[in-house]
């Protein structure tokens, strides 16, 4: 099974923040157990979380709930413009001067050590939240020497687990296989965990840089086609299965049409 707290980012990151950013305790110990998470697990994640400053808690009646932090928020606003959007390659980046940086937020923006205190991370147009001395710096006209900065063979790794484990499920889908509608969101949800936890380190270095043979692409390209195949019936499920202090959740909503519309351009 995934661990507990990254599973539930996943979880509030594809179907809670694009639906309000709210969850009843109660629907998240139930999707957690379909995917082997125990409900012990889900409260002392959750706990963990709420103390951390990523999730806030509420109660109505004998119910609890728990929502985002403004800061998670952003954080999943950030993974829905690289998980959902068209990725492209970025001319500009940041050479960054820290001593002491945290290896959360090195990661968090992609950074790749170039030596002693200094980073090298692509310019998304995010803000390097970080007191540190940051300088912009234009693509070099040979782009190869980037790549040792990061370790893309991890990176590579990781591509293949995605095309390894979810190919075979998109092929079985193409042939007419049908899921149900549980399955479907189950799918998706270990789907999105899963590339999340490869994408999100990926620094989306220009071709150039790039080792021959890599397949970054192929895994991001079966990431939208099989995310798409899924959504009908997923989107379908998250109405009867999980709810917010209101009630169901809604299927769809502006922004989760917005992702799909990005998943089919993009595609």
Known sequence: PPTAAAFIMTVYGDVVAPRGGVLWLGSLIDICDRVGISDNLVHTAVSRMVASGRLEGGRAG???????????RAECAMDERLLYGATTETARWFVVHAPGLPEGV??????????????LCPDH????STTAMVMRADLPGDPSPMARFWNLAALQDGYRDILDRFGPVMADLASGVRLSGCDALILRLLLVHGFRGVALRDPCLPALALPAGWIGNEARLLFRHLYSSLSVQADAQIGRLLQDSRGPLPISTLQTDARMAGLACAG
């Open 62 to 72: 004998r119910r609890s709930y728990h929502a985002l932090t403004p800061a998670a």
């Open 106 to 119: 090195a990661r968090h923006f992609r950074m790749g050590r170039m030596g002693a205190d200094v980073w």
């Open 125 to 128: 147009g995010d803000t390097l």
